[in-house]
């Protein structure tokens, strides 16, 4: 199937990319028409950090805290899918829209800054609970 789409024209397949910066660059959008699969979608964010607009599938974005519309447009439906693209394909000012917001919400979340000081957050709420458990256990002994 993947051959076959590959002999389409305006097509291009890329297989163990290494790095994704010059395809994105090139890119009008992003779509992820993901049906199966697992793990972190690294790739999304990638791309959003990358100012490009995002047409995905729900499970395509699954565990990304997104607003539907803001940050990217999920589409389950194979018709609404491609209805999405089209209409950002046509639509320079919604796909700059959405590729403004999208790139905003990757900043606020998901940059080493906005990340570590989640993670600090938890590492305190640890040593906390921690400190907490130490002095209950103390006493009821």
Not at 53 to 59: C, D, G, K, P, Y
Not at 89 to 104: G, I, K
Request: with cysteine; net charge positive; charged share 25%.
């Amino acid at each position: 199937m993947i051959r076959a789409l590959a002999e389409q024209p305006g097509v291009e397949v890329h297989a163990d990319v290494p790095d994704m910066r010059p395809l994105f660059a090139r890119a009008t959008l992003y779509a992820v028409p993901l049906r199966v699969g697992g793990g972190m979608r690294l790739k999304i964010l990638e791309a959003m950090a990358m100012g490009k607009a995002v047409v995905s599938t729900t499970l395509g974005a699954e565990g990304l805290e997104y607003t539907p519309g803001r940050q990217l447009l999920p589409a389950d439906d194979a018709e609404i899918f491609a209805a999405q693209v089209v209409r950002l394909c046509r639509n320079a000012e919604a796909r700059q829209s959405l590729e403004r917001e999208a790139r905003d919400w990757v900043v606020r979340h998901y940059t080493w800054d906005a990340v570590m000081g989640r993670l600090e957050k938890v590492y305190q709420d640890m040593e906390y609970n921690a400190h907490f458990l130490r002095k209950t256990s103390a006493r009821v002994r």
